[in-house]
């Protein structure tokens, strides 16, 4: 046999059958299936890694449902990875298909992916770089060339006129001859594009190709590959030339198997160079028997009305007539997506573009999610994954949902601490969301969606462990170890509660001990102990005991409580914000703390009887503290009004002690700048100030005299401040408080108003008056109500209700 590809028309008889594609491209894919049952080829190679060719035999699988994809990743460095996908609408899945059907043998010919690996420099280059073969991916794009030179804007819409719209013929290779007579025009005139590489790779394809060709035949091969590399595959080159190119190639040790893909990452917008704009619709025109357009509006007409839209019957009979209509006006041969989406926005959504985004997400792109057999290979820790998706029933799907988790059903439980463990594992399947309904521990709300790109991080996790449990245990032991902050390692041990690692606890709490010990930041300690306190109310759900987290969270807020007053002296004022909000959240911690130890009989039978002496006094600790960096001159403003406020709606604070320490703050003899960060620490910061100014004359009239007396050189220097503070209001209180301050103390109108009181609102609390609501809000709170129900009866046990259940 010549040691070159003969060159000439695809058609077979004269050499290879060469049937240059375009990827993912329907119209290709109906091309290729044709073209193999004309020429009926005794072996089939296809563009992609020879690794592949033990895998092939899986596409034949039942359980193998497209999309999916070919992944390699290197043995030692799983992250150095690519991808090869495939759908039920590429040529690549068609040939396979079709010699799967006819009993033909499939060989992949493109560049090892142990070379193309060894090439690649990191995850990212290796994830993200175009699928090998990609003719869309090089610098020069061909098809947009070709579509300028035929006179159209839009390589797509080109593409939809000149291949997809194109009915079948009489001569299956006609197609073939004529996109390959294109690129090689393009060929001649650009070289490789830009991408050097290409060279390499076709010197390694026409190698397989002479390879089968001596096996098989001359004239029975038959190559599907991209439409870019068949003037190479044509070439006359030598033997010698080719293997010379490929001489002294990089190589690593690969693993391949089959993943699952899906139609967002095949799209463009995903970041698959290979990618399509349109991949739902592509397939609807690949999988449609006839009348596509009639098809596909009533597909849009279905989504439309399962969200509760009005289409009738009539809107998708129009909507088909507009989109001939505007096919016949801009003379193509049928209506595209450009024409099908135009009449579905004039017809079905009165002009608006708003429910267009839903048919684009829903349908152009789709959420469809390829499916692969149990018989692909796989790492231990994907088995083991997926043993427990069945076993949970936690089916893994293209479509974000949410999933509602009550932890006291043994189920759901397991549930929450597999998502817990994969994300220890840094594999993000599930992400928390905010619960509805209910803020206790017992319920968790999360939002799943399986990327593909998640099977790579499920081989990277593999170095862990074999299954889920051991690997996360292995890496929350090696996170501790190597965590560089104190509030890493306490949000840690959060996780491994979370997660219920009980081996990863001790580990963790070991380091946490030493690393609160040598740490004498107060702004780490602050940091660290919400995380740590937090954690101790997984004992009551989970069952776990929590007692050494419990001895370390109370020796870490005393430590906290010593070192804040010197802490907060001589701050900055950003210094001083981010110290706010130190003082905030350990408030927080300190709150929980006293709930815990106060909590139902039996939640703190695991804590010995020093931390529950140590939890009753922390809150009575916490205050002092409070009121000595209020009182503290040297203290910012900012936290100085903060730690006023914070004793005040804690009933440490009498009203007229809380207007006295505004007073002093507001006075004359303080800066105008100082004073306005005192009344954003005061009411600032969505602490419900605004509210408590509408309800308390005396505190607002403070604030409303300072104003009045601010300098006018001063007033500009505050002015940022006094913003930030009130801008953070509901608009309703914010009107409210206007009107309060324009019509001043004393002076509203009508009988309601009270001689020195706000206008339209009593000196004291009317009793009659609120006990008339307590019937009506028992209700609501499920509690007993009746006609004796007053101010100091079940009211406070529906509250207690609200906040356990």
Same mark, same amino acid.
Do not use: N
């Given at each position: 046999m010549?040691d070159e590809?003969?060159?000439?028309?695809?058609?077979?008889?004269e050499g290879?059958?060469?049937?240059?594609?375009?990827h993912?491209?329907?119209?290709?894919?109906?091309?290729?299936r044709?073209a193999?049952?004309?020429?009926?080829?005794?072996?089939?190679?296809?563009?992609?890694?020879?690794?592949?060719?033990?895998?092939?035999?899986?596409?034949a699988?039942?359980?193998?449902?497209?999309?999916?994809a070919?992944?390699?990743?290197?043995?030692?460095?799983?992250?150095?990875?690519?991808f090869?996908?495939?759908?039920?609408?590429s040529?690549?899945?068609?040939a396979?298909?079709?010699?799967?059907?006819?009993?033909?043998?499939?060989?992949?010919?493109?560049?090892?992916?142990?070379?193309?690996?060894?090439?690649a420099?990191?995850?990212?280059?290796?994830?993200?770089?175009?699928?090998?073969?990609?003719?869309?991916?090089?610098?020069?794009?061909?098809?947009?060339?070709?579509?300028?030179?035929?006179?159209?804007?839009?390589?797509?819409?080109?593409?939809?006129?000149?291949?997809?719209?194109?009915g079948?013929?009489?001569?299956?290779?006609?197609?073939?001859?004529?996109l390959?007579?294109?690129?090689g025009?393009?060929?001649?005139?650009y070289?490789?594009?830009?991408?050097d590489?290409?060279?390499?790779?076709e010197a390694?394809?026409?190698?397989?190709?002479?390879?089968?060709?001596?096996?098989f035949?001359?004239?029975?091969?038959?190559?599907?590959?991209g439409?870019?590399h068949?003037?190479?595959?044509?070439?006359?080159?030598?033997?010698?030339?080719?293997?010379?190119?490929?001489?002294?190639?990089?190589?690593?040790?690969?693993?391949m198997?089959?993943?699952?893909?899906?139609?967002r990452?095949?799209?463009?917008?995903s970041?698959?160079g290979?990618?399509?704009?349109?991949?739902?619709?592509?397939g609807?025109?690949f999988?449609?028997?006839d009348?596509?357009?009639?098809?596909?509006?009533t597909k849009?007409?279905r989504?439309?009305?399962?969200?509760?839209?009005?289409?009738?019957?009539?809107?998708?009979?129009?909507?088909?007539r507009?989109a001939?209509?505007?096919?016949?006006?801009?003379?193509?041969?049928?209506?595209?997506?450009?024409?099908t989406?135009?009449?579905?926005?004039?017809v079905?959504?009165?002009?608006s573009?708003?429910?267009?985004?839903?048919?684009?997400?829903?349908?152009?792109?789709?959420?469809v999610?390829?499916?692969?057999?149990?018989s692909?290979?796989?790492?231990?820790?994907?088995?083991?994954?997926?043993r427990?998706?069945?076993?949970?029933?936690?089916?893994?799907?293209?479509?974000?949902?949410e999933?509602?988790?009550?932890?006291?059903?043994?189920?759901?439980?397991?549930?929450?601490?597999?998502?817990?463990?994969?994300?220890?594992?840094?594999?993000?399947?599930?992400?928390?969301?905010?619960?509805r309904?209910?803020t206790?521990?017992?319920?968790?709300?999360?939002?799943?969606?399986?990327?593909?790109?998640?099977?790579?991080?499920?081989?990277?996790?593999?170095?862990?462990?074999?299954?889920v449990?051991?690997?996360?245990?292995?890496?929350?032991?090696?996170d501790a170890?190597?965590?560089?902050?104190?509030?890493d390692?306490?949000?840690?041990?959060?996780?491994?509660?979370l997660?219920?690692?009980?081996?990863?606890l001790?580990v963790?709490?070991?380091?946490?001990?030493?690393?609160?010990?040598?740490d004498?930041d107060?702004?780490?300690?602050?940091q660290?102990?919400?995380?740590?306190?937090?954690?101790?109310r997984?004992?009551?759900?989970?069952?776990?005991?929590?007692?050494?987290?419990?001895e370390v969270?109370?020796?870490?807020?005393?430590?906290?409580?010593v070192?804040l007053?010197?802490?907060?002296?001589?701050?900055?004022?950003?210094?001083?914000?981010?110290?706010?909000?130190?003082?905030?959240a350990?408030?927080?911690?300190?709150?929980?703390l006293?709930?815990?130890?106060?909590g139902?009989?039996?939640?703190?039978?695991?804590?010995?009887?020093?931390?529950?002496?140590?939890?009753?006094?922390?809150?009575?600790?916490?205050?002092?503290?409070?009121?000595?960096?209020?009182?503290?001159?040297?203290?910012?403003?900012?936290?100085?009004?903060?730690?006023?406020?914070i004793?005040?709606?804690?009933?440490?604070?009498?009203?007229d002690?809380?207007?006295?320490?505004?007073?002093?703050?507001?006075?004359r003899?303080?800066?105008?700048?100082?004073?306005?960060?005192?009344?954003?620490?005061?009411?600032?910061?969505g602490?419900?100030g605004?509210m408590?100014?509408?309800h308390?004359?005396?505190?607002?009239?403070?604030?409303?005299?300072?104003?009045?007396?601010?300098?006018?050189?001063?007033?500009?220097d505050?002015?940022?401040?006094?913003?930030?503070?009130?801008? +953070?209001?509901?608009?309703?209180?914010?009107?409210t &408080?206007?009107?309060? %301050?324009?019509? @001043? =103390? /004393? $002076? *509203?109108?009508? !009988?309601?108003?009270?001689?020195?009181?706000?206008?339209?609102?009593?000196?004291?609390?009317?009793?009659?008056? +609120?006990?008339?609501?307590?019937?009506v809000?028992? &209700?609501?709170?499920? %509690?007993?109500? @009746? =006609? /004796? $129900? *007053?101010?100091? !009866?079940?009211g406070?046990?529906?509250?207690?209700l609200?906040?356990?259940?």
């Open positions: 010549s590809v003969r060159g000439g028309e695809a058609r077979a008889g290879p059958l060469l049937l240059g594609v375009r993912h491209g329907p119209g290709s894919a109906r091309a290729v044709a193999l049952e004309e020429g009926a080829p005794r072996v089939v190679l296809i563009e992609g890694p020879p690794e592949a060719d033990a895998l092939v035999a899986l596409a699988d039942e359980g193998m449902r497209p999309p999916v070919l992944l390699a990743h290197v043995v030692d460095e799983p992250g150095r990875s690519a090869w996908p495939l759908a039920e609408f040529p690549e899945w068609v396979i298909k079709w010699a799967a059907g006819a009993g033909v043998p499939v060989r992949f010919m493109d560049l090892p992916a142990a070379h193309s690996l060894a090439r420099e990191g995850t990212e280059e290796a994830e993200d770089a175009p699928a090998p073969g990609d003719a869309e991916a090089v610098r020069i794009d061909p098809l947009a060339v070709l579509a300028e030179t035929a006179g159209y804007d839009d390589p797509e819409r080109w593409w939809e006129d000149v291949v997809e719209h194109r079948a013929g009489a001569d299956a290779f006609a197609p073939f001859d004529a390959g007579e294109a690129m025009a393009l060929r001649e005139e070289g490789t594009g830009g991408h590489r290409d060279l390499v790779r390694y394809m026409r190698i397989q190709v002479r390879a089968a060709q001596r096996e035949g001359q004239d029975d091969v038959a190559v599907v590959c439409a870019w068949v003037p190479a595959l044509r070439q006359k080159v030598t033997v010698s030339a080719d293997r010379a190119l490929l001489k002294g190639l990089p190589k690593v040790k690969v693993d198997t089959w993943v699952p893909w899906t139609h990452r095949l799209s463009r917008a970041g698959y290979a990618g399509i704009a349109s991949p739902g619709w592509y609807h025109l999988s449609a028997p009348r596509p357009v009639e098809r596909w509006l849009v007409a989504l439309f009305r399962d969200e509760d839209r009005i289409v009738s019957s009539a809107h998708v009979i129009e909507a088909v507009l001939d209509t505007l096919a016949a006006m801009r003379g193509r041969p049928l209506p595209g997506l450009t024409e989406t135009d009449a579905v926005r004039a079905m959504c009165e002009g573009d708003v429910p267009l985004s839903l048919v684009h997400d829903k349908l152009v792109v789709g959420d999610l390829g499916e692969v057999p149990d692909a290979p796989a790492v231990p820790l994907q088995r083991d994954l997926t427990l998706q069945r076993k949970l029933r936690l089916k893994p799907e293209a479509l974000e949902r999933l509602e988790l009550d932890l006291r059903k043994e189920t759901d439980a397991a549930r929450s601490r597999l998502l817990h463990r994969l994300r220890l594992l840094g594999i993000g399947w599930g992400e928390p969301a905010a619960s309904g209910s206790g521990t017992f319920r968790e709300t999360w939002r799943l969606r399986w990327e593909p790109e998640l099977s790579v991080r499920v081989a990277e996790a593999g170095v862990w462990g074999t299954t449990l051991a690997a996360a245990t292995a890496r929350a032991e090696s170890i190597g965590a560089g902050a104190l509030a390692v306490t949000a840690l041990a959060e996780r491994c509660l997660a219920e690692l009980p081996d990863a001790p963790v709490m070991r380091v946490l001990a030493d690393r609160a010990a040598m004498a107060v702004g780490h300690l602050a660290a102990l919400p995380a740590l306190v937090r954690s101790l997984y004992g009551d759900v989970r069952g776990t005991d929590t007692a050494a987290l419990g969270a109370l020796g870490l807020a005393e430590r906290v409580f070192g007053p010197p802490a907060c002296a001589g701050l900055d004022q950003d210094a001083a914000l981010e110290m706010r909000g130190h003082v905030d350990v408030h927080q911690a300190v709150g929980l006293r709930e815990l130890d106060a139902p009989a039996g939640a703190g039978a695991s804590r010995p009887s020093e931390s529950r002496v140590g939890a009753a006094g922390v809150r009575a600790r916490w205050h002092s503290v409070l009121r000595v960096l209020g009182e503290r001159d040297s203290v910012a403003g900012v936290v100085r009004g903060r730690c006023v406020r004793l005040m709606d804690g009933g440490e604070l009498a009203e002690e809380a207007a006295r320490f505004m007073g002093l703050a507001l006075s003899g303080t800066e105008p700048a100082e004073a306005a960060a005192w009344i954003e620490g005061f009411v600032g910061g602490s419900g605004g408590l100014l509408v308390d004359e005396r505190l607002l009239g403070l604030v409303d005299d300072w104003l009045s007396g601010v300098p006018d050189r001063a007033f500009t505050v002015l940022p401040l006094l913003r930030r503070t009130f801008s +953070a209001y509901e608009p309703g209180v914010r009107r &408080l206007g009107e309060l %301050v324009r019509r @001043g =103390p /004393g $002076a *509203g109108g009508g !009988g309601s108003a009270v001689t020195g009181g706000i206008p339209g609102f009593g000196a004291e609390l009317d009793g009659e008056r +609120a006990d008339a609501v307590l019937p809000l028992s &209700l609501l709170l499920g %509690v007993g109500s @009746g =006609p /004796g $129900a *007053g101010a100091s !009866g079940g406070g046990g529906g509250f207690e609200v906040e356990v259940g």
